[in-house]
Every structure is written in C-alpha cells, then in structure tokens.
C-alpha cells in the first residue's frame, strides 16, 4: 500500500521561509513522478511543483523563482523549500506522485499559513 506522508507545514510571517518534506513507502519511489500541490480555501487545487524520476522540474508561473523541489532517493523523500513566502501561498499543501504503473496517490495534507 502506498502512502505518502507530508511534513514542515506551519505559520510564518511573509518573507519567511518552510521546507515541506513528504516520505513515501511501499512505492519504487526512484521511479515515480512527485509533486506538491495545493488548495486554499474556496478554490480548486492546483499545482505547484513537479520532479520526474530523471529530475526534471517544473513549476507554476506564481512560485518560480520562491520554491525548489528537491529529491532524495535513497530516503525516499521529495521536499519543497519555499522562501519569500507570501500571504497568497496560504493554503493546504499535499504530496502526490504518479508511479510507474501510472496510479497517483496524495498525502493528507498539511497546512501551510503565511500572515503579513
């Protein structure tokens, strides 16, 4: 069974920094695509960031240049270190990868809040 469990969420003033971490298991996690994702309240989910298995990276337009994605394999973690956070990067955070096999699976979530 794969699950995926997120990290490092919390409360920072704007200009600030976090680094969320998300470990996998029961998953050939060196093969699978991970990403970060996120949803405020009242909106739909959207992506943040991806990392392929080859360690190719993409972003959304809002955080480039703020977040890197980042992976380890051998601990089976992808993080994603965001700096000069923003009070519109508020919103619940959750890991997601894309297998081999091509099933996705999401972590639980954990929350991220930033105050002017």
């Known amino acids: 069974q794969v699950q995926l469990v997120e990290s490092g969420g919390g409360w920072v003033q704007a200009g600030g920094s976090l680094r969320l971490s998300c470990v996998a298991s029961?998953?050939?996690?060196?093969?699978?695509?991970m990403g970060w994702y996120r949803q405020a309240p009242g909106k739909q989910r959207e992506l943040v960031a991806l990392?392929?298995?080859?360690?190719?990276?993409n972003y959304a337009d809002s955080v480039k240049g703020r977040f890197t994605i980042s992976r380890d394999n051998a601990k089976k973690t992808v993080y994603l270190q965001m700096n000069i956070l923003k009070p519109e990067d508020t919103a619940v955070y959750y890991c997601?990868?894309?297998?081999?096999?091509?099933?996705?699976?999401w972590g639980q979530g954990t929350q991220v809040t930033v105050s002017s």
């Open positions: 997601h990868t894309l297998t081999y096999s091509r099933a996705t699976y």
């Open positions: 029961g998953t050939v996690f060196s093969l699978n695509t």
């Open positions: 990392i392929s298995s080859g360690g190719g990276t």
